[in-house]
Nanobody, 124 residues
Framework: QVHLVESGGGSVQAGGSLKLSCVAS???????MAWFRQAASKEREGVAV???????KYADSVKDRFIISEDTAAKTLSLQMNSLKPDDTATYFC???????????????????WGQGTQVTVSS
């Protein structure tokens, strides 16, 4: 069974940076891992995904600002967020598939394991 714990959220002014981390326990060997976010009164949306072989995909809204990375030995997923905007305010969730994968689309239905979320607030 996979357990995910996020950290690193907080409050920052527009233009600032934050780095989120997600530590996994259990078997995640070559699984796809991703970050999703959910703003108040909105649906959960995909932010970035990384495959078991290191391929990445980003939502258009964060491309060139956010960087997803994974330390497979430490079972830690990270999200470096730069040039933050008020629209980035949301609860951010870490998620994994339940199978090794090449690269998954940022659809919540592809991800079976979820963390509890960490809040990111960006003020103007």
């Amino acid at each position: 069974q996979v357990h995910l714990v996020e950290s690193g959220g907080g409050s920052v002014q527009a233009g600032g940076s934050l780095k989120l981390s997600c530590v996994a326990s259990g078997n995640i060997d070559r699984y796809c891992m991703a970050w999703f976010r959910q703003a108040a009164s909105k649906e959960r949306e995909g932010v970035a995904v990384i495959s078991g072989n290191g391929r990445t995909k980003y939502a258009d809204s964060v491309k060139d600002r956010f960087i997803i990375s994974e330390d497979t030995a430490a079972k830690t997923l990270s999200l470096q967020m730069n040039s933050l905007k008020p629209d980035d305010t949301a609860t951010y969730f870490c998620a994994t598939t339940n199978y090794p994968c090449g690269l998954e689309t940022l659809d919540t239905r592809n991800f079976a394991n979820w963390g509890q979320g960490t809040q990111v607030t960006v003020s103007s």
